[in-house]
Structures are given as structure tokens and as C-alpha cells.
């Protein structure tokens, strides 16, 4: 049972079967969602500050209703919000984790799926990185049941799909007009909801806070992810290819010069 609260979460109880609203005290999982999309003449660095500030608020009130929960951002920028939210919680790095690969993956399966001509279903993949126009999708384990796509397309093909996967969030917004995605961002936090409440154990890319995993520490960044009840059960370290790791390093100097305008 869930419900939208007016500071800008949903709250989930795992076993509440009451019809009446949930209080969020006591909830064991929240999903952040507040904040305000870039308008025009507005600076990146202005909608950090701007959205840090909601963002702070609203974690003050999970901290001071449920000081046990689990919390998964969605806000944007997804990787600074994380980090803003778990320095107000002072939550560990278990209960504080944010929903970004999931919702680049799905994008870059779809954009696969479609150069393929194949179902998405059978298209293995995984995007790491910042949530933004450094992401990194990991071209060396993606496969097509079980085929190296390098063996499907060719790395021109590839590159493009590549970009086009970066540029997802822009290409939704030009079709939109006003507004930007909903649908899958939504999708893929209920697969990271689903994965804790019901302890499946799934291994999905989420931005996590990193001590020394993949040699970067002190910020927010997508890995591949174990999650269950206890929330971010394991971070898991793939052998990346020497263009990866670079593309993983620049991806968190992203993130970093991102933070730098944040004033907590």
C-alpha cells in the first residue's frame, strides 16, 4: 500500500492492509519524487540549488516520520540528489539509494530492441554512470540472448545507439513539448520497489554511494546493485574495458562538479 504525500514522497508500508490513508510515520520505504524541471534562463546550477532546497525539506520529514526507512530518489539531478538526501537523513548508504540506470537501460534496450528488429526482452544490458549526457552503457555485456551484440552491430551502430541512450530525457521532452517522462521513470522505480519489498534479490544498476568501489569514493554513481528487504545489499564489481573505466571516471567528474554547487 502506497500513498502520495504533500511534501513530495510516496510511502510505502510492506504489510499494511488497511484501506484507510497511510501515515508516513512508520513507513518503511519512501520514494522521492520532488523538485521543479529547468525553466527557461534558468542555470543548471540555479535548478541544483533550487531543487537541493526542496529535496532537503522533504528528507528532514522522512528523517523526523521514519527514521528507519528506506528512501529511493528519483529528483534530478538524480546523483546530487541522492547525495543531498543522505547527508539531511544522515541514513546509511544501505537505505539511501536512487533510480537512474534502471530507467537509461530500459531506453537503451528499447533503442537496441528497435535497430534489431528483435523483442527487448531478449536484450541483456546495463547502463552505469551519472544520470545525464556522461552515462556510460556497457557495450561489453550486452548481448542478445546470450550473443555479444558487438556480433549484431557494428560499432558505428553502436556508438550512435550509444548517444541516442544519453539523449533519451531530451528526446521524450522535444516529443512532449511541455512536461518531460513519466511513464518509465515510474517503471522503473516500481521494479526497484518490488525487488525490496518482496526481497527478490535483483541485480539492477542504481546510483549508490561509493567508498572506494571502482576506485571512485565520496559521491553518487550507478552500479550494478543487489536489492532486497535490507535495501542496497551489495554493490557488484564488473572488469570494465579500458574505455569504460575512463568513461566511468568522467562520468563521476560530472557528478562532483555538480555537488560543487550545492551549499548544505
Known amino acids: 500500500m502506497r500513498q502520495q504525500h504533500s511534501w513530495g514522497a510516496f510511502a510505502v508500508q510492506r504489510y499494511s492492509v488497511d484501506p484507510r490513508p497511510l501515515s508516513p510515520a512508520g513507513s518503511e520505504l519512501f520514494i522521492v519524487t520532488a523538485g521543479i524541471a529547468r525553466k527557461p534562463g534558468m542555470s543548471r546550477d540555479d535548478l541544483v540549488r533550487t531543487n537541493a532546497d526542496i529535496v532537503k525539506q522533504v528528507s528532514q520529514q522522512i528523517k523526523q516520520a521514519s527514521p528507519q526507512a528506506i528512501v529511493v530518489v528519483v529528483s534530478n539531478p538524480l546523483d546530487v540528489m541522492c547525495w543531498v538526501t543522505k547527508e539531511v537523513t544522515g541514513f546509511p548508504r544501505e537505505r539511501v539509494f536512487g533510480m537512474a540506470g534502471v530507467l537509461d537501460t530500459a531506453r537503451y534496450r528499447s533503442f537496441l ?24 552503457p556497457l557495450i561489453s555485456y550486452t548481448t542478445v540472448s546470450g550473443i555479444p551484440v558487438t556480433q549484431l552491430l557494428d560499432r558505428a551502430a553502436l556508438d550512435k545507439i550509444v ?24 517503471a522503473a522505480a516500481v521494479q526497484m520497489v518490488e525487488s525490496i519489498v518482496l526481497d527478490k534479490k535483483r541485480i539492477l544498476p542504481c546510483a549508490a554511494w561509493l567508498e572506494g568501489e571502482y576506485g571512485l569514493s565520496g559521491i553518487y554513481c550507478g552500479v550494478p546493485c543487489k536489492l532486497g528487504k535490507g535495501g542496497l545489499e551489495q554493490i557488484l564489481e564488473v572488469q570494465l574495458t579500458a574505455d569504460e573505466k575512463a ?18
Open 113 to 136: 530492441a528497435e535497430a534489431l528488429s528483435v523483442s527487448v526482452e531478449d536484450i541483456q544490458a546495463m547502463v552505469l554512470g551519472g544520470h545525464g549526457d556522461t552515462m556510460v
Open 163 to 186: 548517444d541516442r541512450t544519453r539523449n533519451g530525457g531530451a528526446e521524450i521532452v522535444a516529443f512532449l513539448k511541455t512536461g518531460s517522462a513519466y511513464y518509465a521513470p515510474s
Open 247 to 264: 568513461a566511468l571516471a568522467k562520468s563521476a567528474n560530472a557528478v562532483k562538479e555538480t555537488m560543487a554547487a550545492v551549499q548544505l
